[in-house]
């Protein structure tokens, strides 16, 4: 029996009520562990408030050589940012 | 043991006698409880700082990373917690001896600390059967104490509540799943406990000074906690598929032993030897 | 450095490179970050897991010499400090052992290799810790090496290892003032404190220097980590910032840097001094160090004693998750 503990992804939510971030990865027999390795490992310095774990082989990655396809497109897209509008100095903040 | 002057713990009587002319910040405290409560804060202190140096001695050792990094946690909350008690103590006691005094300048004698938390780590398995029944013990005892008549030693105990609420979850959960796990990681855990079940009685044993501290509403009966804690160690045994070593022989209750009074096994020495050595070497020096 | 004598994979020329090959230095050059899935030379793969691996080993394998004090700390703030701060190195393991597992080896793996002695650790773990000015040393000048090293690996080409590199420094920026806020304390002690202290610098000085390995400014190797970007600077870089940044400190402390050559150089902005003794470090790094059996068995020791442990939780698991499942099928 391969007695491996498999990898898990950590996902972290800060003190500010952003979203949960990945900050890393640890081994753990199972889910409850895997929160528990995660508090102990990854909130030393009061990181967080909310952890999210899962299996890192049950992830599913967007393909690196689609990375084209995927999101070149939105390059020229350039009316999606503010940026993109001049607006008159005298019209103020927008 | 170096031999270098010790500073032992005075008798409880001839504290409460003093008691009034110390620190004026336990000026509050009636003079006859003064002893006492310095003895009870010892008891408390001298169990997270004992168990926390064991724990700690894990350090770089352990079976897996996740677990060096886990127990170096509960040692730091435990070294964390003593020099709270300790402080206490100190301050109480009104003759000018911080936590560290205490803790680097007593021998063993003076050390209050139960037998249970003193003993060797043993394999892994020792170790968090040991955590375990202590935690068990420990977080009946803080939950009480945040109770307690004396405001400093609630806000103590509502601090290390929360940190020992954990480490209960954690040495439960484990011996749970070591108990519940291999042929070997079950056996391992049942010579753990068939070897620390003696040692658990000594902390719900009440004595005077528990009695005098629960009359005046500032510390639990040990023996009041003993329902809850027998009922989470018989809840977490079962679900270990462990066998309860039912009534056995309990060490440092009958006769003139046991680590609340001072009578420590023969292991609190080399611990000491060790946690003392650069203090009693070099006594005047400041690190 | 805590990746000492790493050999490149395939050092090859510009004219040698496949198009394939090309286009990933150029993505390099450019500053892009190489992400774990993505295309890339055999040769990268292999060089990067063995520096991280060694880097990783480095700090598990450096929790011992500390370790070592932390049931001796002289005050309870001390020895949470220390603590704390070991307890940081295996987090420091963790991170590294991850990051080299997204390149497709398990730490499982790499401890084995470890363990075997197919795969190094820094040479600066293999001195003993003698006192506990030892320990101050150690956050001093180790960590003060170990930080100098890691700062531009932030920068380093591969994702993960940079990111671990940004989590390790952010964590480690107390570990060298800890360390100099001991030595501080033991100079101004009594005078016992002060013969610690230098007593710990003399023979910290020169492991500290080797660190940094030797000259590797005419080596393939690091030609090739450095196109790669998974090493930043030269070990005689390195090695000269660290002595022009650590002398004044020493000065400060009123301790003696144990070089009888050290002089200012006014002519190249920095100090002259004297090399290390490279047999020593070759002989260090062939396992014949102070403590490398130590070192080694204390590491063999707590994977095979922990064996049980991992084992009967792995059993659990499966256990328990069979249980699950079988209560779900009851339940539909």
Request: proline residues 5%; charged residues 25%.
């Amino acid at each position: 029996m391969s007695s491996e503990w498999p990898l898990w992804e950590v996902f972290i939510r800060g003190q500010h009520g952003l979203n949960h971030r990945h900050v890393g990865s640890l081994h753990a027999p199972d889910a409850e562990m895997a929160i528990r390795n995660a508090r102990d490992v990854y909130t030393r310095r009061n990181e967080g408030v909310s952890i999210w774990v899962v299996k890192s082989n049950e992830i599913t990655a967007s393909s690196p050589s689609e990375k084209g396809p995927l999101f070149d497109p939105s390059n020229s897209k350039v009316y999606r940012h503010p940026t993109f509008y001049d607006i008159p100095e005298e019209v103020g903040h927008m | 043991m170096p031999s270098l002057p010790d500073v032992m713990t005075p008798d409880v009587e001839r504290l409460a006698a003093q008691a009034p002319r110390g620190a004026p910040t336990a000026s509050h405290i009636d003079p006859h409880l003064a002893g006492p409560l310095v003895e009870f804060l010892m008891r408390t202190g001298d169990n997270a700082l004992i168990l926390g140096h064991r724990v700690s001695q894990w350090c770089g050792h352990s079976p897996a990373l996740e677990e060096d990094i886990a127990l170096a946690n509960q040692a730091l909350d435990l070294v964390g917690q003593c020099q709270l008690w300790l402080g206490l103590a100190g301050e109480v006691e009104g003759r000018g001896r911080s936590a560290d005094h205490l803790a680097y300048r007593r021998d063993a004698a003076a050390f209050r600390n139960v037998l249970l938390v003193e003993l060797p780590n043993g394999d892994f398995g020792q170790t968090l059967m040991r955590q375990f029944l202590f935690d068990a013990f420990h977080i009946e005892l803080l939950r009480a104490l945040t109770r307690s008549a004396d405001p400093r030693v609630a806000e103590i105990a509502a601090k290390a509540q929360k940190e020992v609420a954990y480490h209960l979850e954690r040495s439960a959960d484990l011996v749970i799943r070591l108990g519940d796990g291999t042929d070997e990681s079950r056996a391992r855990m049942q010579a753990a406990l068939t070897y620390l079940f003696p040692y658990t009685g000594e902390m719900m044993h009440d004595d005077a000074v528990d009695r005098a501290l629960a009359d005046a509403g500032i510390a639990p009966l040990p023996s009041s906690l003993r329902a809850d804690w027998d009922r989470t160690v018989r809840e977490v045994l079962a679900e270990a598929t462990l066998t309860h070593p039912g009534q056995t022989y309990q060490h440092g209750i009958a006769g003139q032993g046991g680590g609340k009074r001072g009578v420590h096994t023969e292991h609190l020495g080399f611990i000491l030897a060790e946690m003392q050595f650069l203090q009693r070497a070099y006594p005047d020096a400041t690190w | 450095m805590y990746a000492q004598l790493v050999k490149s994979e395939g050092a090859k020329s510009r004219e040698e490179m496949t198009p394939e090959e090309i286009a990933f230095q150029e993505r390099i050059d450019r500053g892009e970050k190489i992400e774990p899935k993505e295309w890339m030379p055999e040769g990268y793969r292999k060089t990067l897991i063995r520096q991280i691996g060694q880097h990783a080993h480095s700090e598990i394998v450096g929790q011992l010499p500390e370790g070592n004090w932390i049931t001796r700390a002289p005050t309870l703030e001390r020895k949470q400090i220390l603590l704390a701060k070991v307890q940081d190195e295996a987090g420091h393991g963790l991170y590294l052992y991850s990051a080299a597992e997204t390149l497709g080896v398990s730490r499982d793996e790499l401890l084995a290799a470890l363990h075997s002695g197919k795969m190094k650790y820094s040479s600066i773990f293999n001195y003993p810790t003698l006192n506990w000015a030892d320990i101050g040393a150690v956050g001093w000048l180790v960590d003060g090496a170990a930080i100098m090293n890691q700062v531009p690996l932030q920068r380093t080409s591969f994702g993960p290892y940079s990111r671990a590199m940004i989590r390790i420094c952010k964590e480690e920026s107390f570990h060298q003032r800890q360390g100099y806020d001991i030595m501080m304390k033991m100079c101004a002690g009594t005078p016992e404190q002060k013969a610690m202290a230098q007593d710990a610098l003399n023979r910290f000085w020169y492991p500290a220097l080797m660190m940094f390995g030797p000259s590797d400014k005419d080596s393939v190797h690091s030609a090739q980590s450095m196109a790669w970007k998974i090493k930043i600077n030269t070990n005689d870089e390195l090695r000269q910032k660290f002595v022009d940044q650590t002398v004044p400190q020493a000065r400060y402390l009123g301790l003696t840097v144990p070089d009888e050559n050290l002089t200012w150089n006014e002519d190249k902005g920095g100090h002259d001094f004297s090399e290390p003794d490279w047999s020593e470090f070759f002989e260090v790094i062939a396992g014949n160090g102070p403590c490398n059996a130590e070192r080694l068995n204390a590491r063999v020791k707590a994977w095979d004693d922990g064996a049980w442990f991992r084992e009967g939780l792995m059993a659990h698991a499966g256990k328990a998750e069979a249980r699950r499942r079988a209560a779900q099928v009851a339940a539909e």
